[in-house]
């Protein structure tokens, strides 16, 4: 595989990963949560486009917004219900009831629409752009596209808004935005479910790509964590470092035969390697480190 092709693999694939670390960002960053349940959400978003495809006919393009809207909700009413009364706990408590939320929904998803494979396939699935230099597949392509898209509107929302503002100063400090008028409450609210929402437009987007089955929980929370681990916390920005850094590594290691295996190894040796030189991530900021 000559290397046009495999930057093409590589960028494509890390877009995809930013697209699924993220919420997880968003949730950790603000609300100083690691959300294990993060991977069921997503897993749960894809069979809201799956669905939304099969039975409604919906384009899985316009799937991704039905994803993220019903995630939306799921996150707020998850939130309200389960997270926030141990918002105060410590970070233990949180730590194991998002572990468990994850096996509540994972064990729910199986038993209500089992362990098959599933995946959307579209009369334009296998559609290509030829550049000479590589393929690059439509459907993967515009999937990227809109996890960059993504990344900036959560970027802009983030620092143009007053809610965004506000989102923010509850994340550098809590009290000090209480005692400026800002609800704490609704804001972390706000922020699980945005941060539910994206994990349902990532989980969209895997549908369209991928083939996924409740069992796949785990494999993308870890995915999420690398990618926030890599990128740091503080902007959506890093988020996308991240993922292009684990794509990249992924697709250069997975290009020759005999080294297929050592993708993910890779990848961890890149993760620890980054910890070690730079703590906070590739473009974490100060206060979140």
Not at 36 to 53: E, H, N, R
Not at 131 to 154: E, Y
Not at 222 to 241: E, I, S
Request: aromatic share 12%; net charge positive.
């Amino acid at each position: 595989m000559d290397i046009g092709n495999i930057l093409i693999i590589g960028v494509l694939l890390g877009c995809f990963y930013a697209s699924v670390g993220l919420g997880f960002s968003l949730i950790w960053g603000i609300m100083n949560i690691v959300n294990l349940a993060q991977g069921a959400l997503l897993i749960l978003g894809a069979y809201v486009a799956y669905f939304a495809y099969s039975l409604l006919g919906l384009d899985p393009f316009l799937a991704i917004l039905v994803s993220m809207v019903t995630m939306f909700f799921v996150g707020w009413l998850i939130q309200y219900i389960a997270i926030n009364r141990v918002i105060r706990a410590p970070f233990l408590v949180t730590f194991m009831l998002t572990f468990g939320l994850d096996l509540l929904i994972t064990n729910l998803m199986q038993q209500f629409w089992t362990a098959d494979i599933r995946s959307i396939t579209t009369s334009y699935s296998n559609a290509h752009i030829d550049l000479g230099f590589g393929a690059i597949p439509l459907v993967r392509a515009a999937v990227a596209l809109i996890a960059v898209l993504l990344t900036a509107a959560l970027s802009v929302f983030l620092t143009r808004t007053r809610i965004g503002n506000a989102i923010l100063a509850v994340g550098m400090d809590r009290e000090a935005a209480r005692l400026m008028g800002i609800s704490v409450a609704r804001i972390y609210a706000l922020t699980f479910g945005l941060g539910a929402a994206l994990a349902g437009a990532a989980g969209a987007m895997l549908a369209m790509t991928l083939a996924f089955q409740p069992s796949n929980t785990g494999t993308y929370t870890l995915f999420a964590f690398v990618v926030v681990a890599l990128g740091g916390l503080g902007t959506p920005w890093a988020a996308l470092a991240g993922g292009m850094l684990f794509g990249l590594v992924e697709a250069l290691v997975g290009a020759r035969p005999e080294t297929v295996g050592l993708q993910s190894a890779a990848a961890f040796a890149i993760l620890v390697l980054v910890l070690i030189v730079r703590p906070s991530g590739l473009l974490g900021k100060a206060f979140y480190s």
